[in-house]
């Protein structure tokens, strides 16, 4: 690179300019999933068949509010059956992952990778 005499500045002619990246475009994640409470859901029915409800419970730290909220949620999606059934007299609730929630499942996490991907500059 030659130094133009009279500033003492690069000669922007002569100068190489690296072509500028176009940033890829990043797939948009389920927002339906990707709330807390949902992914913790949809990840543990992965994870087991079936889950009764104070199982789901239990494992996610939830009230009893939250999660039926965030349940149904994902029951109207379509992402998860609830079979509702008694055990003597005792109401027992049990949540269990559709084939349409696996498959959204897996398409959050591939979206997902391919952020983190991004982010890592791969």
Same mark, same amino acid.
């Given at each position: 690179?030659?130094?133009?005499?009279?500033?003492?500045?690069?000669?922007?002619?002569? /100068?190489?300019? %690296?072509?500028?990246? @176009?940033? /890829?475009?990043?797939?948009?994640?389920?927002?339906?999933?990707?709330?807390?409470?949902?992914?913790?859901? @949809?990840?543990?029915?992965?994870?087991?068949?079936?889950?009764?409800?104070?199982?789901?419970?239990?494992?996610?730290?939830?009230?009893?509010?939250?999660?039926? @909220?965030?349940?149904?949620?994902?029951?109207? %999606?379509?992402? @998860?059956?609830?079979?509702?059934?008694?055990?003597?007299?005792?109401?027992?609730?049990?949540?269990?992952?559709?084939?349409?929630?696996? /498959?959204?499942?897996?398409?959050?996490?591939?979206?997902?990778?391919?952020?983190?991907?991004?982010?890592?500059?791969?």
């Amino acid at each position: 690179m030659k130094l133009n005499q009279k500033t003492g500045t690069r000669n922007r002619e002569l /100068r190489r300019i %690296a072509p500028k990246r @176009v940033p /890829r475009a990043l797939p948009e994640l389920d927002r339906l999933i990707h709330e807390r409470m949902r992914l913790g859901i @949809v990840s543990a029915l992965a994870a087991n068949e079936t889950l009764a409800f104070n199982e789901l419970k239990s494992l996610l730290r939830s009230t009893d509010g939250n999660l039926s @909220v965030h349940a149904r949620k994902l029951e109207d %999606a379509g992402y @998860v059956v609830c079979t509702k059934s008694f055990e003597g007299r005792m109401p027992k609730t049990a949540y269990r992952l559709t084939a349409e929630g696996r /498959r959204a499942l897996e398409r959050y996490l591939g979206h997902l990778e391919a952020v983190l991907q991004h982010a890592r500059g791969r």
